[in-house]
C-alpha cells in the first residue's frame, strides 16, 4: 500500500525535483564567445577580432525559495 502525501506543498516540492519537472525562476543571458579548435572557449569583447566568434545563451533556473528546493540548473547553448 502506498503512503499518499497529504501536504500539498510537499507534493509540489517532491513533484518539481524529478528529473522531469523543474518549477524556478528563468534567468536568460547572451554573450559573443570565440571558438577556435584546440583553444577553450574566450569570452569576446569589443576591439578583437571576430574570426570565429558565436553567440552563446546561457540558461538559468533559479529554485524558488517558497518551495524549499535547492536545485540550480544551467544550460549553455551555441546559437549557431
Known amino acids: 500500500m502506498s503512503v499518499q502525501n497529504l501536504d500539498p506543498m510537499a507534493a509540489a516540492v517532491s513533484d518539481a525535483e524529478s528529473a522531469s519537472h523543474y518549477f524556478g525562476r528563468l534567468q536568460v543571458d547572451a554573450q559573443f564567445v570565440i ?43 551555441l546559437s549557431n
Open 35 to 77: 571558438l577556435r579548435k584546440g583553444q577553450p572557449k574566450t569570452i569576446w569583447s569589443e576591439g578583437m577580432d571576430a574570426d570565429g566568434r558565436t553567440t552563446e545563451v546561457i540558461l538559468r533556473l533559479n529554485p524558488l525559495d517558497v518551495t524549499g528546493m535547492t536545485r540550480m540548473i544551467e544550460r549553455n547553448v
